[in-house]
């Protein structure tokens, strides 16, 4: 609740975050083109866009393009993670390549219900409606019904959310590193 107020964010809504370079390899434009249904279904939507990057003009004109200036607010570089993290309902990992994802672990490890693409370093750490829920890159349909499914189901996320938890204190925290 605090950290939404922080944020200037109001207590109800779905919030969603994505954390990542703002870069092609990173899939923010699939995520935008899953708003506009989504939007729809979840009027008060919002997606909290973390980070920087040369594709930075081109979503913001996605975002006008397609009327989600009161859904998504672009954050720039923040130092603040966790306090956004604890913000946020869901996270969205929505790359179209990827290696391990840093943003991906700390989000999970937060205890967040996560949705990513299939890719390499996401595969790596969700296992599919057990600790996260993967969908095909590129794919804006697949990542709207995921997200909406999770924001119709609340018990889904806080147990994939616990799960996510769990699967990183298990294989990612720094005594696991160091056996």
């Not at 393009?65 to 607010?73: A, I």
């Not at 995921?146 to 018990?155: D, F, S, T, W, Y």
């Not at 616990?162 to 925290?173: E, F, G, P």
């Amino acid at each position: 609740k605090e950290a939404r107020e922080r944020l200037g964010l109001s207590e109800g809504g779905l919030v969603i975050g994505a954390v990542g370079r703002l870069e092609e390899q990173k899939g923010h434009t699939h995520l935008l083109a899953a708003l506009s249904d989504l939007r729809r279904q979840i009027p008060d939507l919002v997606v909290l866009l973390v980070g920087e990057g040369r594709r930075q003009e081109d979503l913001r004109r996605q975002v006008r393009d397609l009327g989600l200036e009161s859904t998504v607010r672009f954050l720039g570089t923040r130092r603040d993670l966790t306090e956004i993290y604890r913000a946020l309902d869901l996270f969205v990992h929505p790359s179209l390549w990827e290696g391990l994802p840093l943003a991906l672990l700390k989000a999970m490890g937060a205890g967040l219900p996560v949705v990513a693409t299939r890719v390499s370093g996401s595969q790596e750490v969700i296992e599919d409606g057990v600790n996260g829920c993967l969908v095909a890159p590129g794919d804006p349909e697949a990542l709207a019904r995921a997200i909406l499914e999770l924001h119709r189901h609340p018990e889904a996320q806080r147990r994939l959310g616990d799960a996510a938890r769990r699967t990183v204190l298990a294989r990612y925290s720094l005594e696991a590193m160091l056996q």
